[in-house]
Each structure stands twice: as C-alpha cells, then as structure tokens.
C-alpha cells in the first residue's frame, strides 16, 4: 500500500519477542519505512510502537535494530516525531540524540502542516475521565516511580513490564470495534473543537482503525493497529 502524501502517522506496531517472535512485523515495517516517499515531510509515531519501552542512562532495550536503522534513515530527509503511549511513554534521550527525532510526552500537540491543523497524539490519555485510569496515568508517568522502577534490576523491570504489556493487550485485542462516537475521545476533540479549528484529530490507541466527522468541525482519526498488515493515515 503507497503512501499518498507528504505527513504519515504511524500507531501501535508493539514491536517486542513476545508480539513479533519471527520478526514478520518488524520487516513489513522496514519495508513500508524505506517506500515512503521521496517528498515526505514528516513521519508521525503515535506510541506503542514498541510493546514496551523502558531505556537507563546507558542502556537501551535490546532487539528491533533494523526498525531503528530505517527509522534513522527517514529522519535524514524528513521530521521524525515520536509520540509516547501507554506502553513506550517512558522515552529518555535515546531517540531526539540518536535519531534526531521530536519527542512528545503531552498527551497531544497541535500541529501546523502547510496550514492544516494537526491534533495528534497516542490518545490514551486524553481518553481518560474515570479516577481509577487517571490514577494510572499519573502513576506511569510519575518521576519519583520512574526513578524507583529503574534502581530495581533491569531483568526484573522487563520480566514485570512483558507481563504487564501482555496484560494490557488481553485487554484490547480481539474486542470489536466501538461506536467512536461514544468513546470519551470524541467528547474530547468535539469539546475542543468549539474553542479552536482543528481539521484532523489523529490518535492510535484503540487498535481498531475508524475515521469519523466531529460534530464541532474536522475529522477523528484513530490509526488501527499492525496485527494485521500496514495501518496508517497519509495527508
């Protein structure tokens, strides 16, 4: 499948040896990677591209080298942006000094592309209204539990982490696609649109690829998944 445009965004690979244990998915990732095309401007990763990523000061998870490479090659001829999500938020440096990519944690940014607005983000966060999953969130991404979970072992912090992200997937995976129009997500973007233009809202998160007009003005994007081959929106 061509990209057609000069912005892609990109959600949930989970590339990792427990969703990818033969490296299928990883390859037709590289693939898509090195077919974008020549004029492309701007590669927009929306988070849980890998299926956990937790880097030290030193060291970086081991494994999807070849993703980084082509990741790396792109971003030599166009913007590279990566967005945390729910399973890759606790980025470090690794990726704006190696790769020279931007790196959002904000649960979104506002983007200006030749005068298209832009929202974009994983969407997980902005998703949340009941306390139990805003406690999470700001449990995930506290400083002070960062700093802990990475003075405990790194063996025991991934051993937690792949049973955590399995978890996680359990939750989601196979479930059919929702009624978006019910999810807390829309009532976000429709409740921002009537105090700002925006004519794309672009998350990840819920796997499941759905696009839709908001009630306040533009358009709801939900990239789905890889489970299943390329998934991503062109503009």
């Not at 004029?39 to 000061?57: A, N």
Request: charged share 25%; with cysteine; net charge negative.
């Amino acid at each position: 499948m061509a990209v057609e445009g000069k912005y892609c965004f990109v959600s949930d690979l989970h590339l990792g040896p427990d969703t990818d244990p033969d490296g299928a998915r990883e390859r037709a990732f590289v693939a898509f990677l090195k077919s974008l095309p020549a004029d492309l401007k701007g590669l927009y990763l929306l988070g849980d591209i890998f299926d956990f990523w937790l880097e030290y000061h030193d060291v970086v998870p081991r494994g999807n080298v070849r993703t980084l490479a082509a990741l790396a090659e792109v971003a030599e001829r166009a913007e590279l942006w990566y967005f945390g999500g729910n399973h890759d938020w606790w980025l470090g440096d690794y990726f704006e000094k190696e790769l020279g990519a931007h790196v959002v944690l904000e649960p979104y940014r506002v983007l200006d592309l030749d005068g298209v607005k832009v929202m974009a983000g994983h969407g997980d966060v902005v998703a949340f209204r009941d306390a139990r999953s805003r406690f999470l969130a700001w449990l995930f991404r506290n400083k002070v539990c960062i700093a802990l979970l990475k003075a405990l072992p790194p063996r025991w912090v991934l051993r937690f982490a792949r049973n955590w992200a399995a978890s996680s997937r359990r939750r989601h995976d196979g479930k059919p696609a929702k009624d978006m129009r019910q999810e807390p997500i829309y009532q976000f973007v429709n409740e921002y649109g009537r105090k700002e233009h925006i004519d794309y809202y672009v998350f990840g998160h819920w796997h499941h690829a759905a696009r839709l007009p908001v009630e306040s003005g533009g358009e709801l994007i939900i990239v789905g998944d890889w489970s299943h081959g390329e998934n991503f929106f062109a503009l």
